[in-house]
């Protein structure tokens, strides 16, 4: 018998739990091999000692005892005890390594779209959607749409407007403020500006065609 | 990697952004009484972000070079393709044969993108003289609001001049700050125009039109009506009814709204081509709807007429004193001789606003 029994199996073997198969072959082995079989020898007398100890525990953990009901009450304190003891105790925050990579090719692409959006939608499309998604937020129908079938003259404070067709003229004089702006009904606005300085009126309008 | 993302986004705006010095041309006929001594577009530029964004920003400096006096002047200003059409008026000037005067315009225009380089092209609409007399094609028939403008420079002038006469210095004094507060305590709302069958208005209830007579007025309105909704009102129609001896031909109606909270203002102007024989009366129809761009839940309208002009050119506009006997005074705006004047004297003083009145 050149190789011997691994010890995992002689244990098995010792204790009668190998299969019939690999337990005939194990014990073929034993007979021929004084050292295996000493071992084998040693590891039942183990086994008669663990029996004789589990005989002398406490009155009461009869061998009918109920192990896994144990277990189950051993785990529920022991997570009871976790839970008390983060209650006093300040818990520490795992913060997850941060990279920068990422972040910098996120914050590129948002610099790259909005740089694309403002350099190819006109503003007043961006004012319009801004305006409609204020309206589906708030519910409300606070703006008119600039352009719906018709065309549409405009005045207010930032001056005069005129969309239609898709095109749009708008006259502001430079970002001055108004001092009256009107509209009409035969699709003009106006708006009339003073030079704070000379005095001079200036009167800027709109008018469909 | 962030220096790819630079140079990406370079490219990109390189790519996309391409603002070019714009194409220009000033345009006045060969007898025009207006000359061009010099113009500056130093700012002005085209600009390709999704469509043609054109910033016109100019400065001409022009001469009359006819020889009577001029009262007030319009540009129109317009590229092919763009919407519409817009103008810059002057309506206070008073230059002299051979004086100088300047215009400043700035405007953005919005067109389709289309091949090649966008052209504005600045025109003279018209030219009002001292004698009321026009120059100009008048494609934006801006002669009737220049003559109404001058028409209302007259009458306040001869106003302040008799406030002058009467009680001094002191007396124009009182009138100027009067004035003033006046214009700083006009209301006045963002306001929208829609033409045509372009919203729900005629879902809308209908509301009564009070009419504001002002006996002076050659015409009579009457029997006002329109439809009112949310922050809106639109499709006014009314009878009027010439009452003068003389035929009229256009005629405009002040529209006031008042809101909940009792606040009144002058929404809008409704002007009406036709034709009204002595006596004859005619009714008006307006397909058009005004929207506001604040939330506002009308109360109340009322209209007054605001301008009436004859058949030989010639207006009627209301007199200060008509004016003043309603409560008209605190909604209808100065005249911009009265702006241009109370400006001369909150930034020059009393004494130069005298001087400035008797040159006229």
Redesign the interface.
């Known amino acids: 018998m050149s190789r011997h029994v691994i010890e995992t199996d002689l244990a098995l073997y010792a204790a009668g739990d190998l299969p019939v198969w690999r337990g005939a072959v194990v014990k073929l082995h034993v007979r021929g091999c004084a050292e295996c079989r000493a071992l084998v020898e040693a590891l039942r007398v183990d086994r008669e000692e663990l029996r004789r100890s589990a005989d002398d525990m406490p009155a009461g953990l009869s061998k009918d005892f109920d192990w896994d009901q144990l277990a189950a009450e051993m785990t529920a304190n022991i997570r009871v005890g976790l839970a008390a003891g983060e209650c006093v105790t300040p818990r520490e925050r795992k913060i997850a390594p941060v990279s920068w990579?990422p972040m910098?090719?996120a914050a590129?692409l948002v610099?790259?779209l909005g740089?694309?959006w403002?350099?190819?939608?006109?503003r007043?499309?961006t004012e319009t959607i801004g305006r409609a998604l204020r309206n589906i937020a708030t519910g409300?129908?606070?703006?008119?749409p600039q352009e719906?079938?018709?065309?549409?003259?405009?005045?207010?404070?930032?001056g005069v407007v005129?969309?239609?067709?898709?095109?749009?003229?708008?006259?502001?004089?430079?970002?001055l403020e108004p001092?009256?702006?009107?509209?009409?009904?035969?699709?003009s606005?106006s708006a009339?500006y003073?030079?704070?300085?000379t005095?001079?009126?200036?009167?800027?309008?709109?008018?469909?065609? | 990697m962030s220096n790819k993302l630079c140079i990406a986004f370079a490219v990109a705006s390189g790519i996309s952004l391409h603002a070019q010095a714009l194409n220009h041309k000033i345009d006045f006929p060969k007898d025009s009484p207006v000359s061009l001594l010099s113009e500056d577009f130093g700012n002005s530029n085209a600009t390709a972000r999704g469509a043609n964004l054109i910033d016109v920003n100019a400065a001409l400096s022009l001469r009359n070079s006819g020889q009577k006096r001029i009262r007030s002047m319009t540009l129109m200003v317009s590229t092919q393709d763009a919407a519409g059409k817009g103008s810059v008026s002057v309506p206070t000037l008073d230059a002299g044969p051979g004086e100088t005067f300047s215009v400043h315009i700035s405007t953005r225009l919005v067109r389709p993108l289309t091949a090649g380089n966008p052209v504005v092209e600045v025109t003279l609409d018209g030219v009002l003289f001292d004698d009321l007399s026009f120059y100009g094609p008048d494609l934006l028939h801006s002669q009737r609001n220049m003559i109404r403008w001058e028409l209302e420079a007259q009458r306040d002038r001869k106003y302040f001049k008799t406030l002058l006469a009467a009680g001094g210095a002191e007396g124009l004094r009182k009138e100027m700050l009067s004035s003033l507060a006046r214009q700083g305590d006009s209301s006045q709302r963002g306001v929208q125009m829609v033409r045509g069958r372009a919203t729900n208005i005629d879902a809308e209830p209908e509301s009564q039109f009070a009419f504001l007579d002002i006996p002076e007025s050659p015409v009579e309105a009457s029997n006002g009506r329109a439809r009112i909704g949310a922050s809106l009102a639109g499709a006014p129609q009314f009878e009027v009814r010439n009452r003068s001896p003389r035929a009229v031909r256009h005629l405009e109606i002040a529209w006031i709204v008042k809101d909940q909270q009792g606040r009144e203002f002058l929404a809008a102007s409704m002007p009406a081509d036709m034709t009204l024989a002595p006596n004859q009366s005619g009714p008006v129809a307006q397909d058009a709807a005004l929207r506001f761009d604040r939330p506002i839940s009308i109360q109340s309208m009322s209209g007054f007429v605001s301008s009436v002009e004859f058949a030989d050119g010639s207006q009627w506009i209301p007199s200060r004193g008509a004016l003043d006997q309603t409560r008209l005074r605190q909604l209808v705006a100065p005249s911009p001789e009265e702006q241009r004047l109370s400006q001369i004297y909150t930034k020059k003083g009393i004494q130069v606003l005298v001087e400035e009145l008797k040159k006229f």
């Open positions: 990579r910098a090719i590129g610099v790259l740089g694309a403002w350099l190819n939608i006109p007043t499309d409300e129908r606070s703006g008119p719906e079938r018709g065309p549409v003259v405009g005045a207010s404070s930032a005129l969309v239609e067709n898709g095109g749009q003229i708008r006259i502001d004089q430079g970002g001092v009256m702006y009107s509209v009409s009904t035969q699709g606005a009339r003073v030079d704070q300085d005095g001079q009126v200036t009167i800027t309008a709109t008018y469909v065609q």
